[in-house]
Structures are given as C-alpha cells and as structure tokens.
C-alpha cells in the first residue's frame, strides 16, 4: 500500500519561499505510470491542482502558478518536493501531495494526510 506524508512549515511570511516535502512509502516514485502531484484547498474554497512530477522525472504545474511554483523529486529518498516563492496571504491553504497510478483502464489515487500552510507575518 502505497502511503504519503506531507512534511513542512505550518507558518510562512510573506514574501519567502516555502518549501514542502512529500514522503512516499510502501513504492517508488520511479515505477512506472505514476504520477505525483500537489493539491491545495484555501479556507472556504475548492480544490485547486497545482502540478504534478511523474515516474520518469517530467514535471508540469499548472499555467497560473508556473511563475513562482516549482516542483521536483529526490529519489535517493523516496520523496517530491513543491516550492513556492513569493509568497502570499493567498497561499494559505491545506496542501495535499497525492499519488496516482494511470494505466489503460486502472486510475488509482493515493493521498496524503494535508498539511495546513498559514501565510502570515
């Protein structure tokens, strides 16, 4: 079974950069099909998809957030890694790295537990 962990700063100012790790057990990031992606949801909002790094080390975010959003991966320890810079009030939100295997008819999705990120000075 395929477990994730989001780890972090509860706490960012303005301005920085903030950095999360995602920590994935029970498989590799490198198997293929898989695909490992960051999620976020502001207080009272919906779900906002913010990219994703796959299997083979491509990675992609969405076109809103490319400016200031970067995602990568560590394989030597199993984990992927969003970095935000600039930070805003904005930005507060829970963060979810989730996990998905996508292959002919088989889509299955794998989630972290959420890590609230309060943007505040």
């Known amino acids: 079974q395929v477990q994730l962990q989001e780890s972090g700063p509860d706490l960012v100012k303005p301005s920085q950069t903030l950095s999360l790790t995602c920590t994935v057990s029970?498989?590799?990031?490198?198997?293929?099909?898989?695909?490992w992606s960051w999620i976020r949801q502001p207080p009272g909002k919906g779900v906002e998809f913010m990219g994703y790094?796959?299997?083979?080390?491509?990675?992609s975010v969405t076109p809103s957030l490319k400016s200031h959003t970067s995602i990568s991966r560590d394989t030597s320890k199993n984990q992927f890694s969003l970095q935000l810079n600039s930070i805003r009030a904005e930005d507060t939100a829970v963060y979810y790295c989730?996990?998905?295997?996508?292959?002919?008819?088989?889509?299955?999705?794998?989630w972290g537990k959420g890590t609230l990120v309060t943007v505040s000075s």
């Open positions: 989730r996990g998905s295997y996508s292959f002919s008819s088989i889509n299955v999705d794998y």
């Open positions: 029970g498989g590799s990031i490198r198997t293929a099909n898989y695909y």
């Open positions: 790094i796959s299997y083979d080390g491509s990675a």
